[in-house]
């Protein structure tokens, strides 16, 4: 986990019935560590939960951030109490911005497309796409104007440079059939739309396309799989993980101090450094490289016997 600060909540809005809005302040510096556009925090809630959450605020207005929290019917409490105990007043803890995820300053046009609350990444982008003065376009899908969080501000805001698709699909194979040269294509949004966009972009020049993920696999579906064995290189303490666990969990209950976010494969923070033995990778944020030497303990899994550096 990167460096944590104290932040305080000092606003909330209703966005959506499903989705609030928190702003906060840091509690004991003047301002919030610089960011650019489509970066996210991890929030620490007091039971020690962790959630990650895209800064939807401007980049420029470093004395405030602002997250957009959907409340998420199957989760585990994380974004329920967020809606229901994180008032004005509340401290929480916030790890410094990750980027992940950011537009590329060498595209000469960026197509964003947003599916739900996939928007918010792209709201720290749409103030440095005005200021840049670039050439863009907005692609926002949902299932009603209802489930679709900062819709007015959105329409308000970028004018013809919205498209909205309510209840209805938009075509990502027609739409992104032909790369014009400099174009770059972003995406964020439920799985289906990600893999979509995947298969419509998949003859695009590379690092032209770029994604950001909500969501992985599901959390019982991550905690399953084959069996394997570990082995801690700094012990040589061989442990089973059974068909039933992650391996986050079985690192957690030998006691090892292994940091979890999303504990969905998305955010890179359970990273562990592999040794030897053959990883089964099931996140979506490493990269080719990353994967030769390491793998995310949450969701992914091995063949056989990993030895970690522990
Ligand atoms: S906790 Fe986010 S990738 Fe494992």
Redesign the pocket.
Known sequence: MKLLMAVEVVARRQVTPRVVQLTLRPAKRAAFPAFRGGAHTILVLPDGKRRLYSLTSDPDRPELWQVAVLREAAGQGGSAWLHEAAAIGTRLLASHPQQGFALAPEAARHILLAGGIGITPFLSMLPELRRAGADYEVHFCARSEAEAPFLPELRAALGDRLRVWIAQRLDLARLLACPAPGTHAYCCGPARMVQGFAEATAHWPAGTTHVEHFAGIPRAEAQQGEAFEVEIASSGAILPVPADRSLLEVLRAAGHGVD???????????VVQVEGGEPLHR?V?LSPAARRRSM????SRGRGRLRLAL
């Open positions: 979890a976010a999303c504990e969905y494969g998305a955010c890179g923070s359970c996140d944020c995310t303990a949450c969701v």
